[in-house]
């Protein structure tokens, strides 16, 4: 069993910037993947950043120069650096850990309004 809870979202102007954190608990030796995704209103989960277990990261093409994920060697915390935000940024941020399981985080709210 792992457990997962991000924290750092919050209401930001367009251009700022936010980090979001995700702390993970419990088995977290099993831990392989570790993404960000992200689900605003009236839409699909989608995928915004991923890092495998061996380092390699990828992102949503609508992030690519503005996100950076970032997780520690610990498999404890991950991470999303999220610079120069626009209002279609605007979502609810979940953290996602895969062991032979996918296991996710409550979310968190962020929102890009002026």
């Known amino acids: 069993q792992v457990h997962l809870v991000e924290s750092g979202g919050g209401l930001v102007q367009p251009g700022g910037s936010l980090r979001l954190s995700c702390a993970a608990s419990?088995?977290?030796?099993?831990?392989?993947?570790m993404a960000w995704y992200r689900q605003a209103p009236g839409k699909e989960r989608e995928l915004v950043a991923i890092i495998t277990s061996g380092g390699s990261i990828n992102y949503a093409d609508s992030v690519k120069g503005r996100f950076s994920i970032s997780r520690d060697n610990s498999k404890k915390w991950l991470y999303l650096q999220m610079n120069s935000l626009k209002p279609e940024d605007t979502a609810v941020y979940y953290c996602?850990?895969?062991?032979?399981?996918?296991?996710w985080g409550q979310g968190t709210q962020v929102t890009v309004s002026s």
């Open positions: 419990g088995n977290i030796f099993t831990i392989d993947n």
């Open positions: 996602k850990a895969d062991t032979p399981w996918a296991y």
